[in-house]
């Protein structure tokens, strides 16, 4: 699996993306769903509940 670098993560959220930060292997294995919070919407909310299940 490809990662994005600091930049191009900083870069997604600044333009409204949500993105997923994820941990270690060795820790936890998860990921984050993360979006910058005024580019938030009810839409983004709903698909982080659903999908992400949970906030």
Do not use: C, H, W
Request: overall charge negative; cysteine-free.
């Amino acid at each position: 699996m490809d990662l994005n670098t600091t930049e191009e993560i900083i870069e997604d959220l600044r333009q409204g993306r949500m993105v997923i930060i994820m941990d270690d292997e060795d820790r936890e294995n998860e990921g984050d769903l993360i979006i910058a919070a005024e580019s938030t919407t009810p839409e983004a909310i709903n698909f982080m509940a659903k999908y992400g299940r949970g906030l």
